[in-house]
């Protein structure tokens, strides 16, 4: 990843800690597929120690179904596990060019260096019943009109969370954070907010929620346009955790 070792080792992007947890899903051999990614042991090692170490005991009740409180301390490692597992899922993509692949591994030093996401990135989290496929989806997730054209956006479900995180250049995406608002459905935990915050939101997000907020980021609308298909998938949507 930093380009200056030999990609020595293999990392699992999905942690073990969250595989644990997703053994009762109707994977093949009752395993979540591998996820692989070779990077040099110094990296992998930062990645440890900057977030996974950290963001499993505080992720594990959460995929778990359980209520916690989040300090602004813990939203924002478990924002930053959130960029930081996304950014590695599209590192290992052999669909994005060479000047992506440089960016991703840019953000990812920087990330192990300072132990935050990147600051023209936001991540919203919600609760979501991983065996309901029914719910309609809210409209007013995000305000109606253009949603950026972030670098990096991504929206997925993973045992009992959804998320959505986004990453783009300051000058477009940051104006957007700045008015982005919680939602029932949704909290905001990056940028953290000033006080913590109680797991799970008053509302819990719906399957159809998910695949509304994906095409509205794939389509760059919001709502997205009724009837029409989000187009083949590049390093600006999401490598689906599903």
Do not use: Y
Request: aromatic fraction near 6%; proline fraction near 12%.
């Amino acid at each position: 990843m930093c380009s200056h070792g030999p990609a020595n080792t293999k990392e699992d992007i999905i942690p073990q800690w969250a595989r644990d947890r997703l053994k009762s899903f109707p994977f093949p051999n009752n395993q979540f597929p591998s996820e692989l990614i070779s990077i040099c042991r110094d990296c992998n090692a930062g990645l440890g120690k900057q977030f996974e170490n950290h963001a499993g005991p505080l992720l594990g009740p959460m995929l778990d179904g359980k209520t916690v409180v989040l300090s602004p301390s813990d939203q924002a490692l478990i924002g930053a596990w959130i960029i930081k597992t996304n950014c590695l899922l599209h590192l290992r993509s052999d669909r994005i060019s060479s000047s992506d692949r440089k960016t991703l591994r840019t953000v990812l030093l920087g990330m192990i260096e300072n132990g935050r996401p990147p600051i023209a990135s936001f991540v919203r989290i919600g609760r979501i019943d991983p065996f309901d496929q029914a719910g309609t989806p809210a409209g007013d997730l995000h305000t109606a009109g253009p949603l950026p054209n972030a670098f990096l956006h991504a929206v997925f479900s993973l045992s009992h969370i959804a998320a959505e995180a986004v990453m783009g250049d300051p000058r477009i995406v940051g104006p957007f954070i700045m008015g982005l608002n919680d939602h029932p459905r949704l909290h905001r935990i990056w940028p953290a907010q000033i006080a913590s915050v109680a797991w799970p939101p008053p509302e819990s997000i719906t399957r159809s929620d998910v695949e509304h907020l994906r095409s509205g980021w794939q389509l760059l609308q919001w709502p997205p346009p009724a009837g029409m298909t989000p187009p083949t998938p590049t390093v600006r949507s999401f490598i689906p955790l599903e």
